[in-house]
């Protein structure tokens, strides 16, 4: 097939099946709208205005003075969790996920949240592999680093997510609204991997978590600003953008110049929009920039993730 936007072999193979492009789209979203959004965390709407007009360049810097293409917690915790459920053939043992989890800590990476590191604390002073249920616990650390949960249990029976979700999620963050907005968005991946369309991940995963937790509810066409880190604020702006935007590239630039936790609100809905608009949506110029050995890792834990829930050989 041809490659749109001068996407070359280099980066992906024109021999991929659909689902091989969808899953490494998905991974490639994440890492790009994590750096993408990194530049403008923790800024408000009209900061972003007047700094960069409209920012839609991988441009690096940022508070975290980040090289342009280069990713944050949200894609190495990814890729950490990634690495932890190829390494035991697609279970999610929370052992070995805090274990990866804590090498990755170990090598001082370039930004921690602060649950993150309070959940890795215990387990590198006690074991501990669940931090005790928390209201304060309600942050978007679990979700920014779901995705390979989502591609390894994406054929699974749905309580096979859910453990797994929880598994990996519940070393830093256990709340409830948590693991809800974290398995919304690991059932509408799995849509997105089907084929389905963006109405049945309104009328099913979507629907379902907002009847469950109203608080989520969000309104169309509205422009919430500034997102938190909190769960809520996260995955209002993201659902809200995903549903009302009609391309990868617009998606994600409408939910960086949103501000606020840019890089995680981005690196969200870039695996969900990779996922659901395929590679030949994704800006050429954006992958260019991309750290080169992120581009590298994501694709082969795509492919390699991809390849175990196909084959069956995944244990949960």
Partial sequence: MLWPRGLTAVWADPG?????????????????????????????????????????????????????GQVTDDTEMALALGEAILGRHGQ???LTVAQRFDAWLHGKPVDVGNTVRRGLVQFRAHGTLEMPED?????????????????????????????ASRTQAHITHNNPLSDAGTECINRMIAIALAQGSRQEMLDGPVAD????????????KRLPSNPSP??????????????DSNSFEECLVEVVNRGG????????????????????????????????????????????????????????
């Fill in 135 to 163: 209201d304060y616990d309600a942050g978007n650390g679990a979700c920014m680093r779901t995705l390979p949960v989502a591609l390894a249990t994406w054929r699974s029976d749905p309580a096979v997510m859910i453990r």
């Fill in 92 to 94: 999610v043992d929370a």
């Fill in 16 to 68: 991929w099946s659909l689902l091989q492009q969808k899953a490494v789209a998905a991974y490639w979203g994440l890492a790009v709208g994590d750096a993408l959004g990194g530049t403008v965390e923790f800024l408000l709407p009209a900061e972003i205005a007047q700094r960069y007009g409209r920012h839609d360049c991988m441009r690096g810097g940022g508070w975290l003075h980040l090289k342009p």
């Fill in 230 to 243: 909190y769960i809520v604020d996260t995955l209002r702006v993201v659902l809200q953008v995903f549903f």
């Fill in 209 to 220: 978590l907002i009847r469950r937790y109203p608080v989520f509810q969000f309104r169309r």
């Fill in 261 to 316: 936790d840019a890089d995680t609100t981005g690196a969200i809905a870039g695996m969900v929009a990779g996922a659901f608009h395929g590679l030949e949506d994704i800006p050429n110029r954006w992958l260019r920039r991309l750290d080169p050995h992120i581009r590298a890792a994501c694709r082969q834990q795509a492919l390699a993730l991809m390849d175990l829930s196909l084959s069956g050989r995944a244990r949960h």
